[in-house]
Nanobody, 125 residues
Framework: QLVESGGGLVQPGGSLGLSCGASGFNLNYYALGWFRQAPGKEREGVAC????????EYADSVKGRFTISRDNAENTVRLQMNSLKPEDTAIYHC????????????????????WGQGTQVTVSS
């Protein structure tokens, strides 16, 4: 089970950090991703990180503003979001796919097997 936390309301230009923890399995063996879904829109990949932690990818819309990181000792993955914009408003989900000792990760949601319930992020003045 994946559980996200850290969502909330923030003003444009502000920052927010999301965290995702796992229970029941060891995230060390999984590539991890953050996805978001706004009302009326499809779920889109925001950022991902390989199981080794050596590779990350970002959607063009968040490059330079968002940073994904993982703490294998804590069995968590984080998404630090800076310079937030109203268009970043969405429900944010973390997801995991088994990719042991791999440098790969994916921004496509269909690749992932395990999902959290999501946390709401609202960027508004």
């Amino acid at each position: 089970q994946l559980v996200e936390s850290g969502g909330g309301l923030v003003q444009p230009g502000g920052s927010l950090g999301l965290s995702c923890g796992a229970s029941g399995f060891n995230l060390n063996y999984y590539a991890l991703g953050w996805f978001r879904q706004a009302p009326g829109k499809e779920r889109e990949g925001v950022a991902c990180i390989s199981s080794s932690g050596s590779m990350t990818e970002y959607a063009d819309s968040v490059k330079g503003r968002f940073t994904i990181s993982r703490d294998n000792a804590e069995n968590t993955v984080r998404l630090q979001m800076n310079s937030l914009k109203p268009e970043d408003t969405a429900i944010y989900h973390c997801a995991a796919v088994l990719l042991l000792m791999s440098r790969l990760c994916y921004l496509g949601p269909a690749k992932y097997d395990y999902w959290g319930q999501g946390t709401q992020v609202t960027v508004s003045s």
